[in-house]
């Protein structure tokens, strides 16, 4: 974050909230991870892996001194009216303006300023980055983001969830602590008649292994033929969600069984 950016005030680390803010956020990782292949389809195309680092608690006073942050990006996030960042180290910017272009492997800006045009491209990109953070963190958390034209942020604490890309780069989000919420109500177990629980464990459910989604305008939807390929947006390296009756259960890897597609799972969820 260059000198420019808005002055925040330190404050101190938060407690348990922000540890439990922390533990909440780091549920959106692989999500996380997932939308920035989707907005940046360069690093599918490149098998970049992107690995998510432990989501920590900080201040935006600190990372508005962190001199590695070269490009940030502000949102709004609308249930709690506050706002944050995306931001963007060094490495990050070089791959996400080398790559939109047809490359991909430059880890160095040429200068320190962005041109005018570097610019307008690194703001038309990271839009789409947010965006499809949004899109993920709504799922996820039940948050509502939209981008902000004002890098102006009120002074408090921040969540950074760190998406590492594998050749260097990182791509954060840093979400302000109040927009999280860690004291949802648990609800009590209900007691269950032991001959229904019983009967109830024979009662099929529809497993469903989500392998990807695309949006189509209705146009392009009308013009579908047979014999087209339509792209899905989870990478072949990627995860897919397993999960029944609504509820995620497992994250798993694509795979083929005999002559059948298949997931193999490797994380539970819960």
Do not use: W
């Amino acid at each position: 974050m260059s000198t420019t950016d808005p002055q925040i005030k330190t404050l101190a680390q938060p407690g348990g909230r922000g540890r439990a803010a922390c533990a909440r956020a780091a549920e959106a990782g692989p999500e996380l991870a997932t939308a920035l292949r989707r907005a940046l389809p360069f690093l599918a195309r490149k098998r970049v892996s992107i690995t998510v680092d432990p989501t920590r608690c900080t201040s935006f006073a600190d990372l508005a001194a962190d001199g590695s942050i070269v490009y940030t990006a502000a949102f709004n996030e609308k249930s709690s009216s506050t706002r944050g960042l995306v931001l963007f180290d060094e490495a990050a910017l070089a791959r996400v303006l080398d790559g939109v272009l047809g490359g991909g492997s430059a880890t160095t800006l040429p200068s320190a300023k962005l041109t005018s045009a570097q610019n307008a491209l690194a703001s038309r990109v990271s839009v789409g980055v947010l965006r499809a953070f949004a899109d993920a963190l709504a799922a996820r958390l039940g948050l509502t983001l939209e981008p902000c034209a004002s890098k102006e942020i009120d002074a408090g604490a921040a969540v950074v969830v760190a998406l590492v890309l594998e050749g260097g780069g990182r791509v954060s989000i840093a979400l302000p602590l109040g927009c999280i919420r860690t004291d949802e109500p648990s609800a009590d177990p209900a007691r269950v008649d032991p001959g229904i629980e019983a009967a109830m464990t024979d009662v099929e459910l529809d497993v469903v292994a989500e392998l990807g989604k695309v949006r189509l305008s209705l146009d392009a939807i009308m013009k579908l033929q047979v014999g087209d390929v339509v792209r899905l947006s989870l990478p072949l390296d990627e995860k897919a969600r397993v999960s029944a009756g609504g509820a995620v259960l497992f994250h798993g890897r694509p795979t083929a069984s005999g002559e059948v597609v298949a997931v193999a799972l490797e994380r539970s969820v819960g």
